[in-house]
């Protein structure tokens, strides 16, 4: 199975990452990245941080705000905290696509690859949760963000074999 594995986004397949120059909107707010947008989602209670990661320039000092108040969340559930983000990362994606519907061919003609998020370099922290790492020539890792891709990819098929079998019934 081919594998696409993403880091940077300056090569190949970097569009895939949230740091990515990717601009949205959501409620009405104009976002840089979907890093930032991830990032204000979670902390939705706290109007003045989503303000702060905002206005950031960079989608890594956007991270860093909200990494600096992360004390502010209630981050006591593991699960319900991973869910939850999972959910915010959905509609991240989403709105990524919709904003820029070139990536939505791009992600279409990544076929039935493997799409993972390589942390090699950064494995601590949640890398290994929305990533993977390549050890020993095996991925570790839930690599979460590359699963959320390939299963929108293949949303995208499914809508794509509906639409020919439409066609095909209304020639008939």
Known sequence: MEIIAFTKVNLPYG????????????EGKDYKTTEALFQ????????????????????????????????????EDK?????????????CLNLKLQYH???KQLLIETKDARIVEDCSSRP?????FWGAALVNGKWQGSNVLGKLWM?????????GENNSVLEIETKS
């Not at 299963?151 to 809508?159: A, K, L, P, S, Y």
Request: aromatic letters at 6%; proline letters at 8%.
């Open 15 to 26: 569009w895939l990452g949230n740091m990515s120059p990717h601009p949205l909107i959501h």
């Open 40 to 75: 204000c989602l979670r902390f939705k209670d706290h109007p003045e941080i989503q303000d702060q990661i905002r206005n950031k320039p960079s989608p890594m000092s956007a991270k860093m705000v909200a990494r600096g108040n992360r004390h502010l969340l209630n981050r």
């Open 79 to 91: 699960a319900a905290a991973d869910k939850e983000d999972i959910e915010y990362m959905k509609v």
């Open 101 to 103: 519907p070139d990536l």
């Open 124 to 128: 601590g922290g949640s890398g290994k």
């Open 151 to 159: 299963n929108i990819r293949n949303e995208f098929q499914v809508e």
